[in-house]
């Protein structure tokens, strides 16, 4: 229970006990105060501030651009929002790789000006020693491996990861050390659902799948993808729940045509 009211947060130790009793988890990404609001609303146990912000808030083609700073700006944004969500905050391409205490300090300003409850970097063992400094602070962290988009200029093209042998097993290695140093939880994405399931029995800690099949522990999708908010994007692993990009647009151009025909305002919206 939080000072603030009577709301239950979640935190990692509801991750745990989700595990160990089957109940599935449900994560969404947000950036924003008023989205955050109506996610925690519906009751998703988490919102992931993603550096998928890159793309969907700013436009980027990758998720390389995004800074430390912008990413705070947002985990702030939507920490203001959530009663009940765990707020879980991506660090962005390039804050946490060249050493750990590169990676210590990335990840204790989040947590101090953000009010997150934990982090989420991208890869395996190259970057063991990162995870470790950040766990040693303190602060909980999941990992994310599969397709980790912070590496798009190595894999070349956003395709399944893991569909080779040898991939696949360099995989669940990386699980299972992630799981040793001590991470609460880990995304995949983008993987063989057979993979998927693989990883999730083999490990204790919880598995959040995008694109990694129905037999993971949770999964986790980019809010823009669920409410149909473009639709150039229609990834096969989002489920598009509403259409809003027509319903915006349809709004947009109903208030054009008021205005133009000075049907808005009525005598009703004026003084
Ligand atoms: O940045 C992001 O939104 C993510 C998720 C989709 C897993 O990393």
Do not use: R, V
């Given at each position: 229970m939080s000072i603030h009211s009577d709301i239950k947060k979640v935190t990692v130790e509801t991750f745990k006990k989700m595990k160990a009793s089957g109940e599935k988890i449900s994560i969404l990404t947000a950036y924003d105060y008023s989205i955050a609001r109506l996610a925690d609303e519906g009751g998703v146990e988490a919102i992931l501030v993603g550096d998928s912000a890159a793309n969907v808030?700013?436009?980027?083609?990758?998720?390389?651009?995004?800074t430390l700073d912008h990413m705070i700006y947002h985990a702030q944004s939507v920490s203001r929002a959530l009663q009940r969500a765990m707020l879980i905050v991506d660090l962005p391409f390039?804050?946490?790789?060249?050493?750990s205490s590169q990676a210590h300090d990335s990840a204790v300003r989040v947590m101090k000006e953000s009010g997150a409850a934990a982090v989420k970097i991208e890869g395996g063992m190259e970057i063991q020693n990162s995870i470790k400094a950040i766990l040693d602070a303190g602060i909980p962290v999941m990992g994310h491996l599969g397709l980790?988009?912070?590496?798009i200029n190595q894999f070349g093209s956003f395709k399944l990861r893991a569909k080779e042998e040898s991939e696949a097993e360099k995989l669940i290695n990386d699980a299972k050390l992630l799981e040793e140093l001590g991470c609460f939880s880990i995304v995949l994405e983008k993987i063989p659902a057979a993979l998927g399931e693989k990883v999730s029995k083999e490990i204790s800690i919880p598995t959040i799948g995008i694109g990694a099949?129905?037999?993971?522990?949770g999964q986790v999708l980019v809010i823009h993808d669920i409410l149909g908010l473009n639709k150039n994007f229609k990834p096969k692993f989002a489920r598009k729940y509403l259409n809003l990009h027509e319903q915006i647009v349809g709004a947009v151009s109903d208030y054009v045509n008021d205005v133009k025909n000075q049907s808005f305002p009525s005598s009703e919206e004026s003084f």
């Open positions: 808030m700013a436009g980027y083609e990758t998720t390389l651009p995004i390039g804050t946490y790789t060249a050493n980790t988009p912070q590496s099949g129905n037999k993971t522990d």
